[in-house]
């Protein structure tokens, strides 16, 4: 009998864990028997997403049956004109988190590290840990980044710095000026990551417009994404804009198709209706203001965000406080999977999701 040998994986691939997303609606729905549930956990957009954007969809299908542009030109038009900026600087992910696994892919060799926050947004440190690289964690100050402990750890070995801003999960930004000396001090060699997932929530003066810095600092890559103020988060579409020799060398690790006819056609018909942003930018920090309101009266307290979620101190289990809240039908992110168990993570709903919220936390830390 011939011996059974067993098929092994990459040794990279032992120390990865697997993604454990929020919870689905229908299954708590099943699971506890209840007519609605909330979902307030993967910081999506509760209103929803621009009527344009469906249209266009609509209209996109015709085609389904031709590959999409490798490079979403109208797309990469329409931003380059946003933004003032040439349209070679825009590459195309399914995704931002794909632009993430592009620029460990194209820059991380085994043994490099990649300098990052602890606690921030885990795809980092995923994807440079299968590339073999090293993660090097530097832990966040009042859950913000620490730009000049972050600094200390750069060496020979360091390949890119990510900085998430506003930060995922705290929802805190960078001071501009702090974030500016950084950006000057990190060696042309290394690649800055600035991660915007949440730019358009960001209201903040303290908040840095980073395009305008690319010209001087070729180094600078810049990540954006349709699924969050947009609320295209199933289309899978985000971007990276940076100097385009460094688009050339990613654009070698992309799948050509890497994102599909329909998500390109939603996103530039999002970019033409501002006013629906606009409208979700703005109830969005009306229930935010909300949210911190109430919570100053309950005696909780929150990390300052400029994002499109809270991290609520408790006082107590997160996990706790989450399972609570899912027998009363919401589902928020337990902050025992985040690195805060004393926490949970809500994004902000709208009006009604917001006083459901309240009203079961509020019940929920009365009761014990
Ligand atoms: C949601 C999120 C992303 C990625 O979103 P995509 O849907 O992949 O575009 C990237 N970074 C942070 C910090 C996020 O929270």
């Known amino acids: 009998m011939a011996l059974a040998r067993k098929i092994v994986p990459r040794k990279e691939l032992e120390q990865l864990g697997v993604y454990s997303p929020g919870k689905p609606i229908e299954e708590v729905q099943k699971e506890l028997g209840l007519t609605s549930v909330i979902k307030m956990a993967s910081n999506e957009n509760p209103f929803g997403y621009s009527p344009k954007a469906k249209e266009a969809m609509i209209k996109e299908m015709e085609k389904v049956n031709l590959y999409p542009e490798t490079m979403a030109p109208a797309l990469a038009a329409k931003l380059a004109d946003k933004f003032g900026i040439s349209k070679d600087s825009f590459l195309f992910g399914n995704g931002s988190d794909e632009i993430i696994a592009f620029l460990t892919r194209a820059y991380i060799r085994p043994g490099d590290s990649a300098i990052m926050a602890d606690i921030t947004f885990p795809r980092y440190e995923t994807n440079v840990l299968i590339q073999g690289g090293n993660p090097v964690k530097v832990p966040l100050q009042q859950g913000t980044h620490d730009l000049d402990g972050m600094l200390k750890e750069i060496n020979g070995k360091t390949r890119m ?66 699924s969050k103020a947009y609320g295209l988060a199933a289309l899978r ?9 460094v688009v050339n060398e990613l654009i070698k690790v992309k799948d050509p198709f ?76 337990s902050g025992h999977v985040l690195g805060y168990p004393d926490s949970i993570r809500v994004t902000i709903g709208n009006e009604s999701e917001n006083l459901e919220f309240v009203k079961a936390l509020r019940e929920v830390m009365a009761e014990k």
């Open 258 to 333: 890497n994102t599909d006819r329909i998500a390109q056609a939603a996103a530039l018909a999002s970019l033409n209706d501002n006013e629906f942003l606009q409208l979700c930018v703005a109830r969005n920090r009306e229930g935010m203001n909300y949210i911190e309101g109430e919570l100053e009266k309950l005696g909780l307290s929150s990390f300052p965000s400029e994002a499109n979620f809270l991290m609520i101190h408790l006082g107590r289990s997160g996990k706790e406080v989450f399972e609570q809240l899912l027998r009363k039908g919401i589902i928020v992110r």
């Open 161 to 226: 710095i990510f900085v998430c801003n506003p930060n995922n999960p705290t929802g805190t930004i960078v001071e501009k000026e702090n974030l500016l000396t950084f950006i000057k001090q990190v060696p042309s060699d290394i690649l800055i990551v600035m991660d915007e997932a949440y730019y358009e929530y960001a209201l903040s003066n303290e908040y840095l417009q980073t395009i305008p810095l690319l010209k001087e600092h070729p180094n600078l890559v810049i990540l954006r994404t349709f």
């Open 237 to 245: 579409i985000g971007y990276g804009i940076m100097d385009k020799e």
